[in-house]
């Protein structure tokens, strides 16, 4: 059984999600991350990076309470992603993008602040660019309202990014510039 079936099986749902199911923008944000070459820690949690809900989308596939099971299924570093990734305070945390060099992260669940080191700034912007160009790729409704946010957004990130994910969200968000 895949990754993703063991998850199902700790009684991971599949939710509605902007276009379609959310096991759907899971792999679609998979296979973004897979295009560009990206490491398999990332490409892991690109699969999982909504498994426990995220600031833009409420519904959790599993709980908190599960995170050592979750560790064992996919990783300890792996799942150590997620969390940040699912964790973050966007409003918080986005913000600072370009305008300083050392990431203050906000845990939304705790209310915890640290400094993200750079290595896992860089983990979390080429996740976050995957996650938001999924869904660019897929609405036409999400392309008008959130492009120009966006685009702002992963200049901001732009010294973190992985030469694919920089070219794939130029491109994809050149209108916008």
């Known amino acids: 059984m895949d990754k993703f079936g063991m998850l199902q099986e700790l009684g991971a749902g599949d939710f509605h999600h902007l276009n379609g199911s959310l096991e759907a923008h899971l792999k679609g944000t998979e296979k973004v991350l897979i295009n560009w070459g990206s490491s398999e820690l990332l490409k892991i949690a690109?699969?999982?990076?909504?498994?426990?809900?995220?600031?833009?989308?409420?519904?959790?596939?599993?709980?908190?309470?599960?995170?050592q099971e979750i560790a064992r299924i996919i990783g300890n570093d792996e799942e150590a992603l997620v969390y940040l990734y699912c964790s973050c305070d966007r409003d918080y945390v986005f913000p600072q993008f370009g305008k300083v060099l050392e990431i203050q992260f906000k845990d939304r669940f705790t209310g915890s602040t640290f400094t993200l080191d750079n290595a896992m700034v860089k983990l979390f912007c080429e996740l976050?660019?995957?996650n938001e160009l999924e869904l660019f790729s897929s609405s036409e409704e999400f392309k008008?309202?959130?492009?120009?946010?966006?685009?702002?957004?992963?200049?901001?990130?732009?010294?973190?990014?992985?030469?694919?994910?920089?070219?794939?969200?130029?491109?994809?968000?050149?209108?916008?510039?």
């Open 46 to 67: 690109g699969l999982f990076h909504a498994a426990y809900g995220t600031a833009g989308f409420d519904e959790n596939m599993v709980s908190l309470s599960q995170r």
């Open 144 to 177: 008008l309202k959130y492009g120009a946010e966006l685009f702002e957004l992963f200049q901001g990130m732009d010294i973190y990014l992985s030469p694919g994910a920089r070219n794939a969200y130029k491109s994809a968000l050149s209108n916008f510039a």
């Open 128 to 130: 976050t660019v995957a």
